[in-house]
Nanobody, 128 residues
Framework: QLQLVESGGGLVQPGESLRLSCTASEFTLEYYTIGWFRQAPGKEREAVSCIRSSGGDTYYSDPVKGRFTISKDNAKNTVYLQMNSLKTEDTAVYYC?????????????????????WGQGIQVTVST
């Protein structure tokens, strides 16, 4: 069973930072397009950021552009989402996902949310 596991969530105050990690068992993330998505209460799931298997192409949604950074550490089989200058509107359950086939641009893939494998999600709460 291919599994993705998110970690690093928690409760922080506005302006602070968190780093989410996504690791995998049974497969190597290096060969997959990886995405971070989030879902806030009462809202639809939305794309946050995605990175191509090569690591060369990335996508960021407008609300997080300039504040979040996605990266891969192939040696650790981990994809990170560094989240800086967090805002209350970043509060959500964050999911990582993996796609085995890069069928279009990383931006289009991210916006489509058509990924093969999903983690269970992790809560990020930004509050005073």
């Amino acid at each position: 069973q291919l599994q993705l596991v998110e970690s690093g969530g928690g409760l922080v105050q506005p302006g602070e930072s968190l780093r989410l990690s996504c690791t995998a068992s049974e497969f190597t993330l290096e060969y997959y397009t990886i995405g971070w998505f989030r879902q806030a209460p009462g809202k639809e799931r939305e794309a946050v950021s995605c990175i191509r298997s090569s690591g060369g192409d990335t996508y960021y949604s407008d609300p997080v552009k300039g504040r979040f950074t996605i990266s891969k550490d192939n040696a650790k089989n981990t994809v990170y989402l560094q989240m800086n200058s967090l805002k209350t509107e970043d509060t959500a359950v964050y999911y990582c996902a993996a796609a085995s086939f890069a069928w279009t641009t990383v931006q289009a893939m991210c916006r489509s949310s058509e990924f093969d494998y999903w983690g269970q999600g992790i809560q990020v709460t930004v509050s005073t």
